[in-house]
């Protein structure tokens, strides 16, 4: 590996970052992969495997396999538990300072530093820290990786599960009126690996409106409308009981209000900015948009950062 060649800083190693490493393989330079975590993959490797009694076509393997191909790539240098700490001109480079404390000349930057899930604890009327029978999507898909779900539902065989859609996204109050884009397919394949665990079990998925972006949406509901309800209108309020939670619903048959109860409710959370990416931005002289993220043909640029 000639260390004369240009460099190329990729900031974030998880699905993004990857690609960009990938698309990088048969050029003439270095690839610096910068990722904070000690291993490559981001959210995407904590992703449980949706199969059923088929492959669901979900991408869980894909990160492994891309971070395995990235691995062996020639001109790529990993450094793994490491982030950006400094960030200054150096002629016609720029140094770039990690926290490990490896100084890296490098001539471009690509910015793949991801998103965060949204914390639900900030809005206290979904009680999101009150109850354990109260969690996230991203809670349930670790449960579903450890294959732990049961310590929450019990032995009940058809347990009542609630899904309740744009948590933290579309909501101007908190300067987030903005659509996530992936909770409604997350939810959906969710509700089929549930459907496929608890072949009793009664689902429902509270939404404002689905993002029905892609052909994959349809044959998703498909798979699980025997199970699954659609309830339009997002309830303001989760209450906890001793065994579960419930929720105030509209019961349009009767054009009123009545109470439901569930053994387990999902808040579907939108993304963020990642949790550094203002420490990030200012490192980089980067001035993304009133969400915190950024609109590639309004990115304010320092010199060559792409």
Same mark, same amino acid.
């Given at each position: 590996?000639?260390?004369?060649?240009?460099?190329?800083?990729?900031?974030?190693?998880?699905?993004?970052?990857?690609?960009?490493?990938?698309?990088?393989?048969?050029?003439?330079? =270095?690839?610096?992969?910068?990722?904070?975590?000690?291993?490559?993959?981001?959210?995407?490797?904590?992703?449980?495997? @949706?199969?059923?009694?088929?492959?669901?076509?979900? %991408?869980?393997?894909?990160?492994? /396999?891309?971070?395995?191909?990235?691995?062996?790539?020639?001109?790529?240098?990993?450094?793994?538990?490491?982030? !950006?700490?400094?960030?200054?001109?150096?002629?016609?480079? *720029?140094?770039?300072?990690?926290?490990?404390?490896?100084?890296?000349?490098? $001539?471009?930057?690509?910015?793949?530093?991801?998103?965060?899930?949204?914390?639900? +604890?900030?809005? #206290?009327? !979904?009680? *999101?820290?009150?109850?354990?029978?109260?969690?996230?999507?991203?809670?349930?898909?670790?449960? &579903?990786?450890?294959?732990? !779900?049961?310590?929450?539902?019990?032995?009940?065989? $058809?347990?009542?599960?609630?899904?309740?859609?744009?948590?933290?996204?579309?909501?101007?109050?908190?300067?987030?009126?903005?659509?996530?884009?992936?909770?409604?397919?997350?939810?959906?394949?969710?509700?089929?690996?549930?459907?496929?665990? *608890?072949? /009793?079990?009664? !689902?429902?998925?509270?939404? @404002?409106?689905?993002?029905?972006?892609?052909?994959?949406?349809?044959?998703?509901?498909?798979?699980?409308? $025997?199970?699954?309800? =659609?309830?339009?209108?997002? #309830? +303001? /309020?989760?209450?906890?009981?001793?065994?579960?939670?419930?929720?105030?619903? /509209?019961? *349009?048959?009767?054009?009123?209000?009545?109470?439901?109860?569930?053994?387990?409710?999902? =808040?579907?959370? %939108?993304?963020?900015?990642?949790?550094?990416?203002?420490?990030?931005?200012?490192? &980089?002289?980067?001035? #993304?948009? $009133?969400w915190g993220f950024f609109n590639t043909t309004q990115i304010t640029l320092d010199r060559d950062v792409i």
């Open positions: 590996m000639d260390p004369n060649r240009p460099a190329v800083l990729i900031l974030g190693a998880g699905v993004a970052g990857m690609a960009a490493a990938r698309a990088l393989e048969n050029q003439n330079l =270095l690839a610096h992969l910068v990722e904070k975590n000690p291993v490559p993959g981001g959210h995407a490797a904590q992703w449980a495997c @949706m199969a059923t009694d088929r492959c669901e076509n979900c %991408g869980a393997c894909l990160a492994f /396999e891309a971070a395995a191909k990235v691995k062996k790539q020639d001109n790529v240098i990993c450094h793994l538990g490491a982030e !950006l700490t400094g960030f200054q001109p150096q002629g016609k480079q *720029y140094e770039a300072t990690l926290s490990n404390g490896q100084s890296l000349a490098v $001539n471009k930057v690509i910015l793949a530093t991801g998103f965060a899930p949204f914390d639900p +604890g900030q809005i #206290p009327s !979904l009680h *999101y820290p009150d109850s354990e029978r109260i969690i996230t999507t991203a809670d349930l898909n670790r449960l &579903l990786v450890r294959q732990d !779900l049961d310590c929450l539902i019990g032995n009940c065989p $058809n347990p009542k599960i609630g899904f309740i859609q744009c948590v933290g996204s579309r909501n101007r109050a908190l300067g987030r009126d903005y659509c996530s884009q992936a909770c409604c397919r997350i939810s959906l394949r969710h509700a089929g690996k549930l459907a496929w665990l *608890y072949p /009793e079990a009664r !689902l429902t998925l509270f939404h @404002m409106d689905l993002q029905v972006t892609g052909k994959e949406i349809r044959t998703l509901f498909s798979s699980v409308q $025997n199970q699954a309800s =659609l309830v339009q209108g997002v #309830p +303001g /309020e989760i209450q906890v009981r001793k065994d579960g939670v419930a929720i105030v619903a /509209e019961d *349009y048959p009767s054009r009123s209000r009545k109470g439901v109860e569930f053994d387990l409710m999902v =808040l579907s959370v %939108g993304m963020e900015p990642a949790s550094k990416a203002e420490q990030t931005n200012r490192l &980089l002289s980067l001035s #993304p948009n $009133n």
